[in-house]
Each structure stands twice: as structure tokens, then as C-alpha cells.
């Protein structure tokens, strides 16, 4: 049988189908796969460079359904629309490719008929880039289909083909650069050290030093928040 996104979202079991489709006419959202897209001189930073179209996308997708896990959640979904508005995606937006059914059959019909020609990488790059990995679709579904599990492989796949937003390869190159995300030189992590050895004294009373660059027993991983 045959599932459109539209029998989806009417035959859930919220009973809020018909509300959701007249949201979505009005809240659609997405980008365009060349808006916020890593350019290729930033590729080269992370030893990247983008290259391969829409067959290479499916090729390398099909070789990943390979993958147990993938292939269940692919092939279990009943299509009952329960992790639809457990999605804040989907709430915040009204975008019913931005919940996880709707994200997953973006993908789901290519795994199940590799015929498929029509590969639209724009969609799939803007739906899987905004999948925050929360996995409360997972909590919800009566089959415990992750998926975060079928977004960080199609992410793999997409990053093969240098196809990344611009935010995840500046911080990537950062990495690269000096080491850590936050691009923070040696005088920087020194200044996040003397704060915290002040704030050590001042909690207490005690002057305490924190070695840098020497031999220790503790790694001080400094937080990004």
C-alpha cells in the first residue's frame, strides 16, 4: 500500500489532520540547498570538496540501507502519524516535512524503489540539516524508529558530497586549525584559566593553580557555553 504524506497527517491519531494541512499552506518553510552552503574554498579547510549529484546520492543511500538498523526503520514504519506533533520541528514551523515521518519518507521512497530518478537534494539537505537529534520520535513510536539514526546517515552522506552548511565547516575547520570549535589560541585558554583559578579563590579561599602545557593528572576541557 501506498502512503501519501497527506494520508499520513489526516489518519493520525491526534484527530488534528485537517488543522495541521491548513497550518502547513501557511507556515511552509525551508531553504534553498545553495543558501547557508559551505563554500568550496571552506570545504578545502576540512579536506573536503564537493563533487557528486543526485545517482551518487542514491547509490551511496542504498549502500547504507544495507546497515541493519537503517533497513528496519526503513521498512517498519506504519505510518500512523503518532511522532508528528511530538516533533518541536514540526511544531514550531507547521512544515510537515520538518517531522520525522515526513523527513523519513523523503528518503524512504528512494530505498524502496532504487528506480527513483528525482532525487531532490535540495529537500533532503534542508529537512536533514534541521533535525535537531532529539529523539522524542523515537520515545513515541510504537516501533522505535530513531530517527536521528536515519539523519546522521544521511548526513554521511551528504557531507561524502561536500554537501554541508556553512556553521558545521566553520567550526569543523577551527578544529583543525588550533584544536578546539571554539578557535580559542593559546592566550585565550590561558584567559579562561586565570577566571577560573579567581573564581576557585574566591569560592575557596584558597590560591590554586591550574598548569598549562605541563604534565597533569586532569584534562580541563573548557566548555563552549
Not at 530517527?147 to 558545521?168: A, C, D, F
Request: hydrophobic share 35%; with cysteine.
Amino acid at each position: 500500500m501506498k502512503y501519501s504524506i497527506r494520508d499520513i497527517i489526516l489518519e493520525s491519531p491526534s484527530g488534528k489532520g485537517e488543522e495541521w494541512l491548513k497550518r502547513q499552506k501557511s507556515l511552509e518553510w525551508s531553504y534553498e540547498i545553495n543558501e547557508r552552503l559551505a563554500k568550496d574554498e571552506q570545504l578545502e579547510k576540512i579536506f573536503l570538496k564537493r563533487e557528486g549529484k543526485e545517482k551518487d546520492f542514491l547509490d551511496a543511500f542504498l549502500k547504507l540501507g544495507n546497515t541493519k538498523a537503517l533497513r528496519n526503520f526503513m521498512e517498519t514504519c506504519m505510518h500512523c502519524g503518532i511522532c508528528i506533533d511530538k516533533c518541536h520541528m514540526f511544531i514550531s514551523t507547521g512544515d510537515i516535512n520538518n517531522s520525522p515521518v515526513g523527513r523519513a519518507e523523503l528518503v524512504r521512497r528512494i530505498y524502496k524503489d532504487p528506480r527513483v530518478k528525482n532525487v531532490d537534494l535540495s529537500k533532503i539537505y534542508s529537512y536533514y540539516y534541521q533535525c535537531t537529534e532529539c529523539r522524542r520520535c523515537a520515545v513515541f513510536c510504537p516501533n522505535g524508529i530513531d530517527q536521528s539514526e536515519i539523519t546522521r546517515n544521511v548526513r554521511n552522506v551528504l557531507t561524502s558530497m561536500g554537501i554541508i552548511p556553512e556553521y558545521v565547516v566553520t567550526t569543523l575547520a577551527q578544529v583543525y586549525r588550533v584544536g578546539n570549535n571554539l578557535g580559542l589560541n593559546e592566550k585565550a585558554i590561558a584567559s579562561v584559566v586565570n577566571f577560573l583559578e579567581d573564581d576557585l579563590k574566591e569560592e575557596t579561599g584558597k590560591e590554586l593553580r591550574i598548569p598549562l602545557n605541563s604534565k597533569a593528572d586532569f584534562l580541563l576541557i573548557p566548555s563552549s557555553t
